[in-house]
């Protein structure tokens, strides 16, 4: 069997609050965005900027423990896997959203900038949790 590998980490700020529901089978998933800037030098010696926006989800007791500790603009690392769901709404157009699966959310910083928490992991988080 051949191998393969699906790894994110990432690090930036949460863009918007971790919003917490319940699957029909009563499963916690909470999901929130992350914001990632990056910079780089053009040739010409200009810093330019920009920022990537990365869906969150996070399943089960990860869940709660994020919609719990983790607020808007907290800096955090988040490492987990992507996942793309498809879907078709009622008029029948298909949407796509990819987002990243979290198995581990460390808090490096609140909103307010001053340190956090430890570390918060899902050890059976599922990369994808159809129910």
Known sequence: MSRSLNKVMLIGFVARAPEMRHTPAGKPVTTFSLAVPRAWETPEGDVRTATEGFNIVAWRSLAEACHAAVGKGAHVYVEGALQTRTWRDAEGHRHDRTEIVAAEV??????????????????????????
Not at 106 to 131: C, F, N, Q, Y
């Open 106 to 131: 460390i808090l490096l910083s609140g909103a307010s900038g001053r340190d956090a928490s430890p570390a918060m992991a899902e050890d059976d988080s599922p990369v994808s949790d159809p129910t």
